[in-house]
């Protein structure tokens, strides 16, 4: 299983990006997805994640409202649409993802099994 991070680059506050995780190796469908982001300095911290099913979400409170997490099972690729970024957003942000079946808390990165290699995201003020 292989999770291949991108999207990311250098913006200026206010503006969007989307970031994508493509997987290979299984389908997405049966996994949990989820984002993860790691500033300079700081520990990687929980961003947003989708039940494997796609019905339910859970959002970080400093990004609910900004972020979404949608998914194409089809192209078995995990979307991360960013707007009105802040200097804050500034970090490189993973994907992650944990079969079905997995225990433990959504938003704890010991749940997941499997992360993409990550894409720096850069807010300019």
């Known amino acids: 299983v292989q999770l291949q991070a991108s999207g990311g680059g250098l913006v200026q506050a206010g503006d969007s990006l989307r970031l994508s995780c493509a997987a290979s190796g299984r389908t997405s469908s049966t996994y949990h997805m989820a984002w993860f982001r790691q500033a300079p300095g700081k520990e990687r911290e929980f961003v947003v994640a989708?039940?494997?099913?796609?019905?339910?979400?859970d959002y970080a409170g400093f990004v609910k409202g900004r972020f979404t997490i949608s998914r194409d099972n089809a192209k078995n690729t995990v979307y991360l649409q960013m707007n009105s970024l802040k200097p804050e957003d500034t970090a490189v942000y993973y994907c992650?993802?944990?079969?079905?079946?997995?225990?433990?808390?959504?938003?704890?990165?010991?749940?997941?099994?499997?992360w993409g290699q990550g894409t720096l995201v850069t807010v300019s003020s």
């Open positions: 992650a993802s944990a079969p079905s079946g997995a225990s433990g808390s959504y938003s704890s990165t010991r749940t997941y099994d499997y």
């Open positions: 989708s039940r494997w099913n796609g019905y339910s979400t």
